[in-house]
């Protein structure tokens, strides 16, 4: 919502935060996306996943799949 201003160094644990990412690479900030599943937001619809894939790529954002914590 933008009520808070992310720091420079950002973590999105999530299987589908566009939303939430793009919003915060547009400040700035370093942004890696994780997620536990073996490809990237897997429930989002092409139509949708494109537009901010190719905004998120162009802000340089890092992107690590097939990660959990733990046992």
Do not use: C
Request: aromatic fraction near 8%; charge should be negative; charged fraction near 20%.
């Amino acid at each position: 919502m933008g009520d808070v201003k992310p720091g420079q160094d950002v973590l999105v644990f999530d299987d589908a935060g566009l939303q939430a990412a793009d919003a915060i690479a547009a400040t700035g900030a370093r942004i890696e996306i994780v997620t536990p599943d073996r490809s990237f937001a897997p429930g989002v619809m092409a139509m949708n996943l494109v537009p901010y894939m190719r905004s998120l790529h162009r802000r340089d954002v890092t992107f690590t799949v097939t990660f959990r914590t733990g046992p």
